[in-house]
Nanobody, 123 residues
Framework: QAQLVESGGGLVQAGGSLGLSCTAS????????AAWFRQAPGKEREFVAA????????DYADSVKGRFTISRDNAKNTVYLQMNSLKPEDTAVYYC????????????????WGQGTQVTVSS
């Protein structure tokens, strides 16, 4: 069965950086679009970034544009999220997701999900 496993979360001070990874197993995701979402306590899950299966197109939420970078290495079946200039409002559980179609900002359009990794940004 296909699985997505996130790693790289943790605690960082405001202004710092963190890198998240999402590795797929049980299925080759090289032809799948991938995305990162996040959910803060008491809030709905929200879109962060997405990347096409070839890595030639991508999309970012306005709140992270210019600070976060999504990338992928299909040979490693892994998608990355580099987060710079982190702010306390970036604190959330971050989830990666994949779908066998073009990128989308709606979480319900994604078929595969990881278990999430906690990112905490202290002020």
């Amino acid at each position: 069965q296909a699985q997505l496993v996130e790693s790289g979360g943790g605690l960082v001070q405001a202004g710092g950086s963190l890198g998240l990874s999402c590795t797929a197993s049980g299925r080759t995701f090289s032809t799948y679009s991938a995305a990162w979402f996040r959910q803060a306590p008491g809030k709905e899950r929200e879109f962060v970034a997405a990347i096409s299966w070839r890595g030639l197109s991508w999309d970012y939420a306005d709140s992270v544009k210019g600070r976060f970078t999504i990338s992928r290495d299909n040979a490693k079946n892994t998608v990355y999220l580099q987060m710079n200039s982190l702010k306390p409002e970036d604190t959330a559980v971050y989830y990666c997701a994949a779908r066998n179609s073009r990128i989308d900002r709606e979480d319900k359009m994604y078929n595969y999900w990881g278990q999430g990794t906690q990112v905490t940004v202290s002020s």
